[in-house]
């Protein structure tokens, strides 16, 4: 949640959508707890046979965020909750729950004691999950931190000394924690997958830096006091919040808590305890007459023996009837709007500041300490956290998720195989010796071609396995293995999501070897193997040269053709001079297939040896 009062309205209109590259080669924290809140709901209700959506959710965001994106994630999870924020789950535990208004609003103690088992079941479950998911971040190789309180304070905090570039979470108050850049939603299969926020964006559009928008959490609600002050929602909060500097506004409603009012533009110091009276209450706006008929400064019996000049400039002798809605905007008309306009934004100041006065204990001092001074430091208390990115530990990987999930070896080592190959070619572009690729099993081959995704071009690389006989290795498989390997692929592949799965590597044979195509960065593999770049591209350069005289030759003879003819013929000429063109190309098209139909007879198809082999087969011989 965050910031109460759909606060995250407020920021839209200030979002950045950042295309695929941008948090490539960039650290990003995130919170954990946030991916598993967010999408268990979804997953459960997509696929209610899904074992454990929380594992599954980490595994292949953790793997697309990684290799897809580029980016090098931290992931934050929470220490022990702030005792601020008890009461506040409790409420919304509460009311989550379904339970009447009347239970709400017994007292503290009689709901807390009620609803307290329940809440400790649900939150031992959800510590599970995470626990979980920390051991599987762990075996992946990636760095997990532990926050003193909240993870999205760690997070900013994070982000606001530079050790990561970017906090992936959905609570806005972690630019009240001091956060800089947040992502608030990522899809990795779109064109722009990261929705944005800058901290400098705002302050440039709303007028709002850090204390002014703890201000506003004060105001609105937050994860610490859901309720805030009464008749306060985000657009009011915020007009109120504008009236003060960001270094005076948290001071001036301290003073409005203890009943007083502060200056504002007329310089009004009062005390709640008496009626304070506006400044224009007796004061006499003397106001002049109009006219009745053209509504002008004047009187109408004025106006029949002189005529209106403001009449008379619009070219009218008399007076003109005034229209519906009329208004006058001379000096004495605008003087008296102008104080009517102040008197207003002055009873709105006024009603404000009692509302504010009337809470009790108003502005809390420890919500206010901790959002400015919260050091979210992890348990360890390093004044410099350690990042480190490892290579995962593939077969405990296979162990774990074989035992949650009941996946099969060979479908996890093709899931990974992703990650290995973007932490090979990282590795290649650091040092040349690097040994093969997942067990000794594969090696850079190639470049096939270039794929365009989502507008941006990655490199198709070749793969390559040292089977020369595809005979030799089917013929030890029985077809009740096949059987058993098709149903528990089946099985499997139901639970994939396109929106957070990675990229499954294809396969292919080509003359006896098993290929395996990957999607990669073109600027990694430029970095790993430039040769190999530099070979492919003059290849398809040579490529190109050679159909371009084709394309020229066939676009001469379509200028050539009758209907490219500059003349303009009648429908009978026209008709004329296309059925031999026609009746030529249809003599040709039957020589053609004639002599298709006989070189099939004389020649036979080669058997398809990648259709004749199950999906999941194939899997199982590649990666078991």
């Known amino acids: 949640m965050g910031v109460g009062g759909n606060f995250w309205d407020l920021l839209k209109p200030y979002a950045r959508f950042e295309g695929v590259d941008f948090l490539r080669n960039k650290r990003v924290a995130v919170d954990l707890s946030f991916w598993i809140v967010q999408h268990d709901a979804a997953i459960r209700s997509k696929y209610p046979r899904a074992r454990c959506p929380h594992l599954r959710i980490t595994f292949f965001r953790t793997l697309a965020l990684f290799t897809k994106l580029g980016a090098f ?190 200056a504002f533009q007329e310089g009004i110091e009062a005390s709640l305890e008496h009626d304070a009276t506006s400044p224009y209450e007796g004061v006499a706006t003397t106001r002049f007459p109009h006219c009745s008929q053209c509504g002008h400064p004047g009187s109408k019996r004025a106006h029949l023996k002189i005529a209106c000049e403001y009449c008379l400039n619009s070219g009218s002798e008399s007076c003109m009837m005034k229209s519906t809605g009329f208004k006058c905007y001379c000096s004495p008309c605008r003087e008296d709007l102008l104080v009517k306009e102040q008197k207003k934004q002055e009873n709105w100041q006024l009603k404000a500041c009692q509302k504010i006065a009337a809470e009790h204990g ?177 290849e398809k350069q040579l490529k190109e040269t050679k159909s371009s005289p084709r394309k020229s030759s066939k676009s001469k003879a379509d200028s050539e053709s009758p209907k490219s003819s500059g003349v303009q013929l009648s429908i009978t000429e026209f008709y004329r001079s296309t059925k031999p063109v026609a009746r030529a190309s249809q003599t040709k098209d039957k020589q053609k297939n004639l002599e298709v139909e006989d070189s099939n007879k004389s020649r036979k198809r080669p058997p398809n040896l990648d259709q004749e082999i199950p999906k999941s087969v194939r899997r199982r011989l590649l990666f078991d």
């Open 362 to 538: 108003f502005p809390n001092k420890e919500i206010i300490e901790m959002y400015l001074n919260a050091s979210g430091r992890d348990d360890e208390g390093n004044c410099t956290p350690l990042l480190r990115w490892d290579k995962p530990r593939v077969e405990n990987l296979v162990d774990f998720l074989a035992f949650h999930q009941h996946w099969e070896p060979s479908y996890i080592r093709q899931r990974i195989l992703p990650m290995l190959s973007t932490i090979y070619l990282r590795e290649m572009a650091s040092t040349s010796e690097v040994g093969l690729l997942l067990h000794d099993q594969y090696e850079f081959h190639s470049i096939d071609r270039v794929k365009i995704r989502y507008g941006c071009p990655y490199y198709l690389v070749k793969w390559k396995k040292a089977i020369h006989s595809l005979d030799y290795v089917t013929q030890n498989i029985s077809n009740e293995e096949l059987e058993s390997e098709q149903t528990e692929s089946t099985i499997t592949d139901e639970f994939v999501d396109s929106i957070d799965g990675p990229d499954v590597p294809t396969i292919i044979v080509d003359d006896g070897c098993w290929y395996l195509v990957t999607e990669e960065n073109t600027e990694l593999v430029q970095a790993a193997f430039p040769k190999a770049v530099e070979k492919f591209l003059q």
């Open 73 to 262: 994630p931290v992931f934050v999870v929470d220490g022990e909750p702030s005792p601020l924020k008890d009461q506040a789950r409790m409420e919304r535990f509460l009311r989550g729950s379904g339970l009447e208004l009347s239970v709400l609003l017994k007292p503290p103690e009689t709901v807390a004691g009620q609803a307290a088992p329940a809440a400790k079941r649900r939150n031992r479950v959800f510590s599970t999950w995470v626990q979980q998911c920390v051991e599987l971040l762990e075996i992946l190789g990636m760095p997990v931190l532990k926050a003193q309180s909240e993870a999205e304070a760690l997070c900013a905090q994070l982000n606001y000394e530079g050790h990561v570039d970017a906090c992936i979470t959905s609570d806005s108050d972690a630019f009240l924690f001091g956060a800089k850049c947040v992502i608030k939603c990522l899809r990795s299969n779109s064109k722009e997958p990261f929705e944005c926020y800058y901290l400098s964006d705002i302050e440039a559009g709303l007028g709002l830096k850090r204390k002014q928008m703890v201000a506003i959490a004060l105001l609105v609600g937050n994860d610490h006091h859901l309720q805030g002050v009464p008749g306060f929602g985000a657009e009011t909060a915020l007009r109120f919040v504008k009236l003060f500097s960001d270094d005076d506004v948290l001071d001036r409603l301290s003073e409005v808590g203890r009943g007083i009012i502060p």
